[in-house]
């Protein structure tokens, strides 16, 4: 049973490693993902913040129930168009804050068939697509974020535990 991660644990900072075998365990990871994603009410998650130290993330959809996985994901491209949102993430629950990002990218990720896909993405997407590549590199919102809009005394109270 997969469990969130929540800062300051030590995985969240680490760089998570390349996916190399594409098997039905692999499968089986991101259906799990997607399924606590949504019963946490999230919208997108990276492995490592399920403690797998793993370059794959899932990106929910609209209707609530299937999702999209990325496996070892690269932005090829940035637009220089930024837009600035409020943020949260499931590994800080209850913090939230302004983050600026690229309105668009590009990005050639594999499938969980081992197939390589490229797409260009806007908007939301492209904001959790980015919020999510960002954890595989372990880095969090709250490094970028330029205004804390609620939580500082959470952030706060975790910070002092490091
Ligand atoms: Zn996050």
């Known amino acids: 049973m997969l469990k969130i991660a929540t800062y300051p644990q ?9 996916v190399k075998v594409f098997d039905q365990e692999l499968k089986d990871l991101a259906t799990a993902m997607a399924k606590i994603m949504y019963e946490d ?12 130290s793993q370059r794959m993330l899932v990106i929910g959809a609209k209707d609530g129930k299937s999702f999209k996985a990325y496996i070892n994901p690269e932005i090829t491209f940035f637009s ?8 949260g993430c499931l590994s800080l629950p209850k913090i939230y804050g302004l983050v600026q990002r690229s309105k668009k990218v590009h990005v050639k990720y594999q499938d969980l068939d081992g197939k390589w896909q490229k797409e260009k ?29 609620q939580g500082q005394d959470l952030l706060d109270a975790l910070k002092a535990k490091l």
């Open 41 to 52: 009410d999230g919208i997108g998650l990276a492995a490592p913040q399920v403690s797998v």
């Open 10 to 18: 030590p995985i969240l900072r680490r760089t998570a490693k390349e």
């Open 121 to 149: 993405i806007k908007d939301f997407n492209a904001i959790i697509l980015q919020h999510e590549i960002d954890h595989l590199n372990g880095i969090l919102f709250i490094d970028r974020v330029s205004k804390i809009t």
């Open 80 to 87: 220089k168009e930024k837009c600035v949102n409020e943020e």
